[in-house]
């Protein structure tokens, strides 16, 4: 009870990511990170359950129970849903004691249009919200890794997440140069998907797909190693979320394999079958070129000076597709600069947009910047 005491009135930062949510309440840091899914009664439209038991559902519904993700790249397909997870997230984080409506910081993708921008606002307005602003991704990214945004230097940030890969030049609170492309994590699982139906005639599922993306997927054939401990540990809550083996993530050589299960489509009885981790960096092939070239494109249209400090200071990965193993080495060979990964990737954005809260008056400039027309948005 205490607890949701001392929530209760709190301003919000939320992360409200296409594949997860993460809310951070000013003073007391990232106390909720849940999936973004909503299993709903498809008979009567009821909620049935939200976030993490929702997602146990995805696959494994009767035909009255849907699970539904509200979000796709990035932003809002489904209001109604995505205004009730709110609803119940913000609810979850400060209890059933009545509360005075929180000021809320929501992230958005840099290349949201000005529809899916009032759609954010009246969705956290409606699940209780007493003000809303929006901060763009990368942005929050940044402030989260640490990067010195409001300097005059260059930063570059690469947030690969569920829906959408974020990539910005920042420099003195602002954005220069970004790119939003809907290529990200989402795009290979479904590339998975695609690869194991196309070779094998096997069907398999998100979470499967999931599985095998994080135990043995890879950017490249080098590199298959992950040093940072932060980013180690946040790989193996991953992997076992998604069903696999933990243990699998202390490293991993081109020949390692990972057995999965599907449905045979000849036949159409259960099949077990045994993939490498050369396979999947094929799979992934098509996905991760489309992010190097978003860096590139990015990279290409950054004025040269703030390209120097980026040579100087390195590009900066985070998000969950930070995690993918060799992703930092395939950037850095093809672009020739350094690329680093955050300490801690999963949590960067909502951290950022926490900071945000906690410092509100000091960091207002880089909220509620208005949509611009991006070039590189696909």
Known sequence: MAQSKSFSGRDMGIDLGTANTLVYVRGK?????????????????????????????????????????PLRDGVIADFEIAERMLRHFIKKVVGNRRFTRPRVVVCVPSGITGVERRAVIEAAAQAGARQVHLVEEPMAAAIGAGLPVSEPTGCMVVDVGGGTTEVAVISLGGIVTARSVRTAGDAMDAAIISYVKKEYALAIGERTAEALKMS?????????????EAGLAALARQVAEAGGDPEETQGLRPGDRFTIRGRDQVSGLPKTLELTADEIRHALSEPVDAIVMAVRQTLDETPPELAGDIMDRGVVLTGGGALLRG???????????????????LDCVAIGTGRCVEDFAALRTVLDAQPRLLAGRL
């Open 29 to 69: 840091g990232v106390v909720l990170n849940e999936p973004s899914v909503v299993a709903v009664n498809a008979e009567d439209g009821s909620v049935l359950s939200v976030g993490s038991e929702a997602k146990e559902t995805i696959g494994r519904t009767p035909s009255n129970i849907v699970a539904i993700r």
């Open 216 to 228: 043995i997927g890879s950017a490249s054939p080098t590199g298959f190693g992950y040093s940072s």
């Open 327 to 345: 992703l930092d080495v395939r950037l850095s060979s093809e672009l020739d600069i350094p690329v680093i990964v955050a300490d801690d990737p």
